[in-house]
């Protein structure tokens, strides 16, 4: 009797290590941050075969990782990734998960346990990951048999990227990362790739709800839209626009949403709320109807939720139909993704000929010129010649100097407010992290844009605060050839607080103040550049060789950390409850 040979089996071909990288692959995702560790071997080991496809890019501090794909995510439009060790590395890394969850950033974190016959034995290293990451995650989940890891991961990147976009997280103990993730199995869910085919992630509105938006759009005397998360993440200023132009509705951001409408149109006033512009709040404070567009309506934009009047109507588009309704009694929910919404709003009004006709002509646009106009004059009502040099003055520098599509990060703190009254065009063109405030993240964030578009230059705005907790990723940048211009606003202290002190505390100062650091030094250190600016005629030049140089350079700027903002009486209102 004749035997034939049977074909190669492809079972047990390829790790879970090996799946979860080709996983990422699929993905598009081509770039993972990380901190070494001996549990995430494998997993590196598992990129090693893959360098042609991804670059693996090892960072100096968990936070600096995180913020890195965070940003990476954010100008992209991909998901992020990022890959940490047991114990200290994964308990490190919470900081920078949760500043993505709060601004939906969609980021997959990646985290190597200790063996799974081990755990729950209180071990060397042992950390309650599980229990830690589901407080700041979309969703979170640890494989238990290698041959789950396809259906994990394909799960993963499915939650990060629908409705409202969030971090997912994934545990693999190290055991199973080397173990077959091809088997014979009676479970026919297991097969298939990573990536599922086709996914229509962006849900309609009711055709009812279309209308009744159009009505009290049109019905309203001082309506504003409030852009936010979701008008980027989809690509919908197009269309944002278009309805702003054609029944001329003034737009206003959230930190999130900004640059999904460029701020030298006529109709934009830029970011709403506690950090935001003189001329948005104005428009809201004056409205009589708010549609918000995956705003989430919340506190930072509403300055506790005192700005929109209580007599206004509000319109609320979301596409998690959890946040319609969470902070304020709406008019009208949409449970919709942003684009769909628009698309079939704008089809509405387009068949209906409504429209207001000349609307760049429109009163309401006269408002916003006027209430920029005012914005920019109280903004810069100060001696821009003096010494130490003016925070407003970097603003000036900055739009004489920057790439008109520079991409910028902005830090947390005093100089936040100042850093805003650059102006932003484009939708990935502006990043901060709106919902947490955190400090340690704007620098290393620098990077990850940098990565996402090596063509762009890329620009930093912190405080000297918040660029000493995460200075050593300049080490980073280097050796990653990724030159960013770190713009440090320096006034030795922690200037918000130091405010809050002389304001409400009568002047008694206590743990505001430090020392100063030699930044230029600093940098030359790490191999990277340093300029130090002490005079205002010193700023444009240095700016300048920054923006040229093949290396990250540090402008170091000696600043007037006293200088009032034009909106620092307003403040105060941020901190009642």
Excluded at 143 to 152: C, G, N, Q, V
Excluded at 252 to 260: L, S
Excluded at 459 to 468: I, L, P, R
């Amino acid at each position: 009797m004749e035997v034939r040979a049977q074909p190669e089996s492809k079972i047990n071909a390829m790790t879970a290590a090996d799946a979860i990288v080709e996983a990422l692959i699929d993905e598009g995702i081509d770039c993972v941050f990380g901190i070494t560790g001996d549990t995430v071997l494998p997993l590196l080991d598992a990129i090693h075969k893959r360098q042609d496809r991804v670059r693996y890019v090892t960072c100096r501090f968990e936070t600096g990782a995180t913020a890195m794909a965070d940003a990476y995510s954010r100008v992209s439009g991909r998901i992020g990734c990022c890959i940490f060790h047991v114990g200290p590395s994964i308990s490190n890394a919470v900081l920078g998960v949760w500043s993505a969850h709060k601004d939906a950033v969609p980021l997959l974190v990646l985290s190597a346990n200790l063996d799974t016959f081990r755990l729950g034995r209180n071990l060397w290293h042992e950390f309650d990951v599980m229990g830690v990451f589901e407080k700041c995650t979309k969703w979170n989940a640890q494989m238990t048999e290698a041959k789950d890891a396809r259906r994990l991961m394909r799960t993963a990147f499915q939650v990060a990227k629908s409705g409202m976009p969030g971090v997912v997280h994934l545990d693999f103990p190290k055991d199973l990362l080397p173990l077959p993730a091809d088997v014979e199995s009676s479970d026919l869910s297991l097969l298939g790739g990573a990536r599922s085919g086709a996914v229509a992630n962006n849900p309609r509105p009711e055709g009812w709800a279309v209308e009744r938006a159009a009505e009290l759009l049109v019905a309203a005397k001082s309506p504003v839209i409030l852009a936010g998360r979701t008008v980027r993440w989809e690509n919908a200023g197009a269309e944002l626009a278009r309805l702003s132009e054609r029944l001329a509705i003034p737009v206003v951001t959230t930190e999130m949403g900004r640059g999904a409408m460029s701020e030298d149109h006529p109709l934009c006033a830029g970011i709403a709320g506690h950090f935001g512009h003189g001329a948005a709040n104005g428009l809201l404070r004056k409205a009589d109807l708010v549609m918000g567009l995956g705003s989430r309506f919340l506190n930072v934009n509403t300055i506790n939720w005192s700005l929109i009047p209580a007599s206004a109507k509000l319109v609320q588009v979301e596409s998690d139909p959890s946040e319609i309704g969470r902070q304020y009694a709406v008019d009208l929910g949409v449970h919709a993704s942003t684009r769909a919404f628009l698309t079939e709003l704008l089809a509405y009004l387009e068949a209906g000929n409504i429209e207001e006709k000349k609307s760049l002509k429109h009163p309401r646009v006269g408002i916003v010129k006027e209430l920029k106009e005012d914005q920019n004059r109280r903004y810069y009502d100060t001696d821009l010649s003096a010494v130490p040099i003016k925070p407003q003055l970097i603003a000036k520098a900055v739009e004489q100097v920057c790439d008109k599509d520079a991409i910028y990060c902005v830090g947390a703190g005093l100089h936040t407010h100042f850093a805003h009254e650059i102006p932003i065009r484009l939708p990935d063109q502006y990043h901060l992290p709106a919902g947490s405030g955190t400090m340690a993240w704007a620098f290393p964030a620098g990077l990850g844009a940098k990565l996402a578009k090596p063509e762009r230059q890329v620009v930093v705005a912190v405080g000297d605060g918040d660029f000493g907790m995460n200075a050593q990723e300049l080490e980073t940048s280097v050796r990653e050839k990724l030159p960013v211009t770190a713009i440090v606003y320096n006034d030795c202290s922690y200037g918000a607080l130091r405010l809050f002190q002389k304001n409400v505390y009568g002047g008694r100062y206590i743990g505001s103040h430090y020392g100063q650091t030699d930044l230029v030094k600093l940098a030359e250190a790490y191999g990277a550049r340093g300029e130090l600016v002490k005079r205002p005629d010193e700023l444009v030049p240095a700016l300048e060789r920054a923006v040229k140089a093949d290396v990250t350079t540090v402008v170091d700027v000696h600043i007037d950390g006293w200088e009032p903002h034009y909106r620092e009486s307003e403040w105060g209102e941020f901190h009642k409850f």
